[in-house]
């Protein structure tokens, strides 16, 4: 099943503007994490935001996670071109057989150089 | 350097034959898991071990099969009742709870 669901599927921007992409999610979580995959690759963990906070920020990313609707974002600033990659959120909530990532659909993000 | 490594990164598949894709970790990490990705879609999570011994099916676990005899490693099978195997598979590691996951480069199956 998929929990997460990005907005937009496909972003494309200029080198030096910023990238929001947003994610919607269902049920209760522990955490919210974004990654991205440069095509073909695996995925590279770039953020994790707990359930108890409102705001993150690493580097050149900024993640905010409102519980109360069940949404997140992540905020890319001052986009280059090695940015272009697909970016997932995903979902930790606990089971009764352990806790797992649900994945979203992702966001195909092109920054024009 | 600590990581995780799948093998091999190709693999073709003949009709009704079972596959096995390798993935090992160095990192100490408690937890493994596979994850099945189709072109241009998100993940989906076939099986997932928290400890030695123990695995729990995924969403779509019907097909494969796995086993975790050790820590460091979480091999999948791809049998021959996976009617639909050409994918992307990957596979990831953690620590318990409140941490991300690495992954592995992949390993890209296609049926021949």
């Known amino acids: 099943s998929q929990q997460g669901e990005e907005d937009p599927q496909a972003l494309s921007i200029q080198e030096g503007e910023n990238a929001t992409m947003n994610c919607s999610y269902k049920t209760s979580i522990n955490n919210l994490q974004w990654y991205r995959q440069n095509s073909g690759r695996g995925l590279v963990h770039l953020i994790l935001i707990r359930s108890n906070e409102r705001e993150k920020h690493s580097g050149r990313l900024r993640v905010t996670l409102d519980t109360s609707k069940k949404s997140s974002s992540l905020l890319i600033t001052a986009s280059r071109a090695a940015d272009t990659a697909s970016y997932f959120c995903?979902?930790?909530?606990?089971?009764?057989?352990?806790?797992?990532?649900?994945f979203g659909e992702g966001t195909q993000l092109t920054v024009n150089p | 350097d600590g990581g995780i490594t799948q093998s091999p990164k190709y693999l073709f598949r003949k009709e009704g034959q079972n596959v096995t894709l390798s993935c090992e970790q160095n990192?100490?990490?408690?937890?493994m898991y596979w994850y099945r990705q189709d072109p241009g879609q998100g993940l989906r999570l076939i099986y997932y071990s928290q400890i030695v011994n123990d695995f729990q099916k995924g969403d779509i676990a019907e097909g494969y099969s796995v086993s975790r005899e050790k820590k460091e490693s979480f091999p999948l099978t791809v049998t021959s009742a996976q009617k639909n195997p050409t994918a992307f598979y990957l596979c990831?590691?953690?620590?318990?709870?409140?941490?991300?996951?690495?992954f592995g480069s992949g390993t890209r199956l296609t049926v021949v």
């Open positions: 995903a979902t930790a909530s606990k089971t009764s057989s352990g806790s797992r990532l649900t």
């Open positions: 990831a590691s953690s620590i318990l709870d409140n941490y991300g996951y690495t």
């Open positions: 990192l100490n990490h408690d937890a």
